[in-house]
Structure formats: structure tokens, C-alpha cells
């Protein structure tokens, strides 16, 4: 997720060898092939940490229009899932800040591999899980009556908190986020209903996330809400 802007597929392919990290990164924009880069990083097992910066634009087609990206990711497990999820900063190759944002990952595996074994080869999926962040709102349509909006922290709990507002009225206020769900019964009853999560702190491990869900009529979607202090993430569910 780039900060203000979209959401892309990303990849990473790399060895580990003692915790050190080579390999390449696969960025999908659109129907285009994926750009590719070499990465180099460090796993630290002590801390739960992987770090990673790709080093070089491997499509020499691409190299100038290649925003290099570097991250350090949180590290945590949630129902037989391995997730990693961090914030970004990219710079070309002329080293002139290009973007920043947010990296989530998923690695599905029946034993812990990246902080399991010494030497493993894999590969780390992008999470399918929808980003929202000031900036860059998300709108759902239903016909139902109400909702149920769940508030957690699906990763590394570090102390993030969080207020709720419904329709400009506060539902949840200074709500520090745990791995256990918070539920939130709401009507739908304007033509346009506005959720917003505001970041109060950054936690220990900025920014502020909070995973959000919101069942409404048989449907179910799920967000990752990630802002930095005082910033606010906005789902508007709009009556059909």
C-alpha cells in the first residue's frame, strides 16, 4: 500500500543462510509483467524482525521508473498463518525519496520456516487483505439493516490505540488494541454511513494497524487500517 495512493501485489524469493537474506522482489503493477529486484536482509530471530532492501532494478527496461523500496517487518502468527508487516520508504536510483507506505505478508507453512531452520529457500505471499489510510477511503454498498464491525490487533501487540467514530459520533474511544476481537453493533440507517479509526498513538512498532472486519447482510470484508498519529482511516458503507 503506497501511502495516499494504491494498493500492488508484491513478492519476495530469497534464501536465508544464519539469517542472512538474499534474493529478489516481484512488484505487479496492473497486467504488466512484474518488475523484479535483487534484495539483500537480515532475520533476527531475538527479536522477531525481518529486514530487507532491494538493491538493484533487475528489468533494465524499468530501472529508471523503479522506486527501490527498504523495510523492517514485525513478525507474529495468527491461526496457522505466519505474518510480517512494516512500513516502507523507497528511493530511486539516484537516491531521491520516491514513496513511502506499508508492506504486509502472509507465509502459509506447516512449521515456522523462516525462523525455524538455518537454510530454507521460500517464498512470501502478499497478504489479501485491503489497506486503508488517510487519503485513501474505501466504499462498500449493502442493503442491510446494520452491521458488526470487529476491531483487533492480528500482529505484533505493541500498544497501538485506537477511537471508533460512527457517522461523526464516537463508538469506541482511546481503545488500546489487543488479539482479542472488540464488537461493534451499528445501524444503517443513513443512505451513506461513515466508519472512521483514528490512530491515537503509533504503538511501539509505528505506524498504528488495527485489523478491521465488517459483516454486513452475508457479506464479509476484511482491512488492515494503518495511519500515523492523529491520521484516520475511513470506510463509508453505502446503502443500495
Avoid at 156 to 161: L, T
Avoid at 186 to 206: F, H
Wanted: hydrophobic fraction near 35%.
Amino acid at each position: 500500500m503506497v501511502k495516499g495512493g494504491d494498493n500492488y501485489k508484491y513478492e519476495l524469493v530469497f534464501t536465508s543462510n544464519k539469517g542472512i537474506v538474499s534474493g529478489y522482489s516481484l512488484t505487479y503493477l496492473g497486467g504488466k509483467e512484474p518488475s523484479k529486484a535483487s534484495i539483500t536482509g537480515v532475520i533476527d530471530k531475538d527479536k522477531k524482525t525481518f529486514s530487507f532492501r532491494e538493491t538493484k532494478v533487475l528489468n533494465g527496461d524499468r530501472e529508471q521508473a523503479m522506486c527501490l523500496v527498504s523495510c523492517k517487518l514485525s513478525y507474529s502468527q495468527a491461526k496457522g498463518k505466519f505474518i510480517f508487516l512494516g512500513a516502507f520508504k523507497g528511493k530511486d536510483i539516484h537516491y531521491v525519496a520516491c514513496g513511502e507506505g506499508m508492506v504486509a505478508f502472509t507465509h502459509t507453512a506447516k512449521k515456522d520456516k523462516i525462523f525455524g531452520d538455518d537454510t530454507v529457500k521460500t517464498e512470501v505471499q502478499a497478504a489479501h487483505v485491503e489497506m486503508v489510510t488517510e487519503g485513501a477511503k474505501k466504499e462498500l454498498r449493502t442493503t442491510a439493516d446494520s452491521c458488526i464491525v470487529d476491531v483487533w490487533d492480528y500482529g505484533v501487540q505493541d500498544g497501538d490505540i485506537i477511537t471508533v467514530l460512527y457517522n461523526g459520533q464516537t463508538v469506541l474511544a482511546n481503545y488500546e488494541l489487543t488479539s482479542e476481537k472488540k464488537h461493534l453493533r451499528l445501524p444503517l440507517t443513513n443512505a451513506e454511513n461513515i466508519l472512521t479509526i483514528r490512530a491515537e498513538n503509533e504503538g511501539r512498532v509505528p505506524p498504528n494497524t488495527a485489523r478491521v472486519m465488517v459483516h454486513e447482510g452475508d457479506a464479509t470484508h476484511e482491512f488492515t487500517a494503518y495511519n500515523e498519529q492523529g491520521k484516520e482511516a475511513t470506510i463509508v458503507l453505502r446503502k443500495k
